[in-house]
């Protein structure tokens, strides 16, 4: 007999060997459980499930599916979301996969639920799980700034599995040298910024003026939001904050989070977030070109930006950077509130970026 239950902290090590066993990444189990323990939303998510398992009566628990518990706001009002995480079972149990994500799709006690790093199989089962692309734009297609271009040109050759890829890759880059030249030299920084070693109060104070932002659906930014989400990168070195400060105040700020894909031998920071006030073209154009400069001194390939609406994305354009579309649409949303369903069919009202789709 096989089943579906609700996960529980104590299912994290069998919950990591699924995983493992399935391809995808370990995990801490102890910093995992402080990791759910010290969740700053905890007691207003007390009864949602932090995942489901699929258990058999002789090979024990054989598939997993995580339930991110994330506090969004939209229109000064609160909204509580299961962002769907790990999405693993076991070979000789796949044809009960689907127990799994109509759990998570059925579940009670959110508002939301969203996919934000759907697959290729996962995006074909979404519609018949009454799940909905977002009505933003351009949201499966990434940019990237290239800072060493004969490693990047490498992994590009890797990933279209052209043979030789090591020994084209000079040539490639050559040509990535050649199309940068043509693009334009190097923004100046305009504006301080600083790298901080942690979110302070200054995000709370900066969290109340974003907020005030009308008609957009976006994670809650406040300082303990943000320890919960980025502080363990932080302390091992696998995140960097750059901050610019306006009369003493926060202005803006970027998160940059370390990547290594590892089958292509590509190093690269990935833009976690970032937000400036009133969305401020200079102030997003200062922190990426001083997120630019922290991928080249930290001897990484690329930084790469993915999300945001499109007036944002028109900043990053003007910065010349490269771009891919990924070949499957990777964000998908179930409005459980009936009173959000009018309101996320609107293109507008999308600003997500990796911190909001998880």
Same mark, same amino acid.
């Given at each position: 007999m096989i089943r579906v239950r609700p996960a529980a902290l104590c299912d994290l090590e069998a919950i990591d060997a699924v995983c493992v066993r399935n391809g995808l990444s370990s995990f801490d189990t102890v910093e995992t &459980?402080?990791?759910? +323990?010290?969740?700053?939303?905890? /007691?207003?998510?007390?009864?949602?499930? =932090?995942?489901?398992?699929?258990?058999? $009566? /002789? $090979?024990? =628990?054989?598939? /997993?599916?995580?339930?991110?518990? !994330? !506090?969004?706001?939209? $229109?000064?009002?609160?909204?509580?979301?299961?962002?769907?995480?790990?999405? %693993?079972?076991?070979?000789?149990? &796949?044809?009960?996969? !689907?127990?799994?994500? !109509?759990?998570?799709?059925?579940?009670?006690?959110? $508002? +939301?639920?969203?996919?934000?790093? *759907?697959?290729a199989v996962a995006s074909r089962l979404m519609p018949a799980l009454g799940a909905q692309r977002t009505a933003s734009e351009d949201y499966d297609l990434s940019y990237f700034w290239i800072t060493r271009r004969r490693n990047f040109a490498r992994a590009v050759l890797r990933k279209k599995k052209i043979p030789a890829a090591g020994l084209l890759s000079h040539a490639a880059a050559l040509v990535l040298w050649a199309a940068d030249l043509r693009s334009g030299g190097r923004r100046r920084n305009l504006s301080e910024v600083k790298q901080l070693n942690g979110f302070g109060d200054e995000f709370d104070a900066f969290w109340e003026k974003i907020r005030q932002g009308r008609g957009r659906l976006r994670a809650v930014r406040s300082s303990a939001a943000l320890e919960w989400r980025f502080g363990g990168y932080l302390r091992q070195k696998r995140a960097t904050v750059l901050a610019i400060f306006q009369g003493g105040h926060l202005g803006g700020y970027v998160v940059l989070r370390r990547c290594v894909r590892e089958h292509l031998g590509l190093r690269q920071f990935v833009i976690a977030d970032l937000q400036a006030l009133d969305d401020s073209p200079d102030v997003i154009l200062d +922190?990426?070109? %001083? *997120?630019?400069?922290? /991928? &080249?001194?930290e001897g990484l390939d690329a930084l790469e930006w993915q999300g945001w609406n499109p007036a944002k994305r028109q900043v990053a354009r003007s910065l010349h950077p490269k771009s891919y579309r990924y070949p499957v649409w990777p964000l998908y949303y179930k409005a459980v509130n009936p009173s959000l369903v009018p309101v996320l069919a609107r293109a507008d009202s999308w600003d997500f970026s990796p911190f909001d789709a998880f």
């Open positions: &459980r402080n990791w759910w +323990l010290s969740h700053p939303f905890r /007691t207003e998510f007390e009864g949602v499930p =932090i995942g489901w398992v699929l258990e058999s $009566d /002789t $090979d024990g =628990i054989v598939g /997993t599916f995580s339930n991110v518990h !994330m !506090m969004y706001e939209l $229109d000064g009002r609160r909204f509580k979301c299961g962002s769907a995480g790990s999405w %693993a079972v076991d070979r000789s149990h &796949r044809n009960s996969s !689907m127990l799994l994500a !109509m759990s998570y799709f059925s579940q009670e006690g959110v $508002d +939301l639920c969203v996919n934000g790093s *759907a697959s +922190l990426l070109a %001083a *997120a630019l400069e922290a /991928t &080249r001194q």
